[in-house]
């Protein structure tokens, strides 16, 4: 029984990001197909003169317009017309919040990578002997610097993600020489994060197999269970 709990564990682990990502990929391609069906004349939808559907035929068409848009909004003549669109925007009660507060989102997950966080490190948090991943951003400026002048070490920003939702967490300016800088890229870190401390990238100890993986936790789960006093 517990070889064959073992061969679930595993089939689970390789079937369920599959079967989720295919999912969520298949309801967005509909989604976007739904969307922009309506303003394609009929003749010129696969469905017209094809036996079968092609799904994902809106998504490719609201590729290819975004992308129009993009390059026109790049001259002179774009800009300005954008210019304007956003003045009357933000003229516009309710709307102008909403549309201000999306642009911003947008701006920050979109900017350019050279703006973004580029190394992990290790900082006592929150005390002592006490270590924890943060993403190092950028030293101290503005005000923040002005204010900070009188501390001995330059000041570093960093984020704090917790664990395991790292879309929240805490800005923290620390002196740099309390940082511990660490090889492994973002997205690595992040996966430590996510992870709980269970996935280590860039450890050759850790990369095992995903049946010895599960084998490990079934063994690991029926050692705490005879240890567990009897009720």
């Known amino acids: 029984m517990m070889r ?50 092609i799904p994902g035929f809106g998504l490719v068409v609201a590729l290819i317009l975004i992308t129009l848009i993009g390059f026109l909004t790049a001259n002179i003549i774009g800009r300005t017309i954008i210019g304007w669109g956003e003045r009357l925007l933000s003229r ?14 947008f701006e920050t997950v979109l900017a350019d990578r050279s703006a973004s966080f580029k190394t992990a490190a290790l900082m006592e948090y929150p005390r002592k002997g006490v270590w924890c991943v943060v993403l190092v951003a950028t030293d101290a400026r503005g005000e923040v610097a002005r204010v900070l002048a009188d501390q001995s070490d330059e000041m570093t920003a960093v984020f ?47 990369r095992i197999s995903i049946d010895e993986a599960a084998k490990i936790i079934a063994a690991r789960q029926g050692r705490e269970r005879e240890t567990e006093p009897a009720a």
């Open 160 to 206: 704090l993600p917790p664990t395991p939702n790292p879309t929240s967490g805490f800005l923290l300016y620390v002196p740099r020489q309390d940082l511990r800088i660490l090889d492994m890229s973002i997205e690595n870190a992040l996966k430590l994060v996510v992870s709980s401390g269970l996935v280590t990238p860039d450890d050759p100890a850790a």
């Open 4 to 53: 064959l709990r073992n061969y679930f564990l595993t089939g689970f682990i390789v079937c369920a990001p599959l079967a989720i990502t295919a999912w969520i990929t298949w309801s967005f391609m509909g989604w976007v197909d739904s969307w922009v069906k309506p303003y394609i004349p009929a003749r010129y939808w696969p469905d017209s003169y094809l036996p079968f559907a």
């Open 92 to 105: 516009t009660p309710l709307v102008r919040t909403v549309y201000t507060a999306l642009k911003q989102i």
